[in-house]
């Protein structure tokens, strides 16, 4: 019985041996390194939101996965600048060239927002190459809205 035993360790630690084994020849062996592929994304959605304090960009595939992000106060802009049109053509710039790696073509672009930086965003996506096929405006509009407070008597 204890022969048994014995034998039933040497085979399970030559076993082990024989599984580490093809670990050490594909070390040695040289390591090819594979580029890797990102998928080729040519139509997408560029989320631009402009408000009196600042400007956000993101940038999405069809089903609404963001590729990239930026807005006016991850650039450094800060107080009344992060809200001018200067700062959203940089943010745009910023934007499209984390994108550039996907190839990104062709954009449906969504505006939402009363800011400055709103036509000053959407001429700077097309100035990046961007193939601009529908502008809509989903700024939220109240229907009516909240009761008002009551007048202030003097």
């Not at 139509?43 to 595939?61: H, P």
């Amino acid at each position: 019985m204890t022969e048994e035993r014995t034998q039933d360790n040497m085979v399970a630690s030559e076993s082990s041996d024989s599984a580490m084994a093809p670990k050490t020849d594909a070390a040695e062996a040289p390591a090819k390194k594979k580029k890797k592929i990102k998928n080729q994304i040519l139509k997408g959605r560029a989320s631009i939101q402009c408000t009196y304090n600042n400007t956000i960009v993101s940038l999405c595939d069809i089903n609404g996965a963001v590729l990239a992000w930026s807005s006016s106060g991850h650039l450094g802009f800060k107080g009344a600048k992060k809200s001018t049109p200067y700062a959203s053509t940089q943010v745009v710039a910023e934007v499209s060239e984390k994108v550039k790696k996907y190839g990104l073509q062709e954009l449906e672009v969504f505006v939402k927002g009363v800011g400055s930086g709103r036509e000053a965003a959407i001429r700077a996506l097309a100035n990046n190459g961007f193939n601009i096929l529908t502008i809509k405006d989903i700024t939220p509009v109240p229907h009516n809205g909240c009761r008002p407070r009551k007048p202030r008597r003097v």
